[in-house]
């Protein structure tokens, strides 16, 4: 099964940069993306979210992900830390955890996840990693709280990945935050 990865991000109003990112790294280990939300916003929020990005890109091909959330987490100490969500899809199977406010959303199979409490980076006591089993059609949303959860996905459904991307932002996003969605479609 393949996956293929679109994503949207914008600054709050007022700023220039984001402290919101996504990471995609498709490889033989399968694909790996992240929705990251450092605490905050502008110049300081984008450093912490670019040391995550790094944090990410030097993991070893194959790393899982309570490594990754880990490694997030060593390497986010003394900034001022971030919220993420970190998936790994191979084979069908779908593994990730959440951390703080970055939510996801499924649309064909269900995909269950309990919110891991804290912050990556300043305090993390509890680590949930969910794994769930993906048919193909099935499409993952990851997004921020700069996006108001309060959208039926299905109506999304018919669109290709990076227009529902557009689509969700322009209808769905908060003005006052940093905004990011992910869409993730397992191909037909």
């Not at 984001?18 to 450093?47: K, P, W």
């Not at 269900?110 to 990693?129: E, F, T």
């Not at 048919?135 to 669109?159: E, H, Y």
Request: charge should be neutral; proline fraction near 3%.
């Amino acid at each position: 099964m393949k996956l293929s990865v679109e994503y949207a991000i914008l600054p709050k109003d007022g700023e220039l940069v984001s402290g919101d990112a996504a990471f995609v790294r498709a490889g033989e280990d399968g694909v790996l993306f992240a929705v990251i939300d450092a605490l905050g916003h502008g110049e300081h929020a984008a450093a912490a979210a670019n040391v995550a990005l790094k944090a990410l890109a030097d993991a070893p091909s194959g790393e899982d992900v309570r490594a990754l959330v880990d490694r997030l987490h060593v390497r986010l100490r003394g900034t001022r830390g971030a919220a993420g969500m970190i998936c790994r899809f191979r084979e069908g199977r779908l593994q990730g955890c959440g951390i703080g406010n970055v939510e996801l959303m499924s649309h064909g199979t269900r995909v269950q996840w309990l919110q891991s409490p804290g912050i990556l980076g300043a305090s993390l006591s509890k680590v949930r990693i969910f794994d769930a089993q993906l048919a193909r059609g099935d499409r993952l949303v990851v997004f921020t709280d700069g996006v108001s959860p309060r959208f039926d996905l299905s109506l999304f459904r018919g669109m290709k990945a990076a227009d529902a991307c557009r689509a969700l932002m322009s209808r769905h996003r908060r003005s006052h935050d940093d905004s990011t969605v992910l869409i993730a479609d397992i191909e037909p």
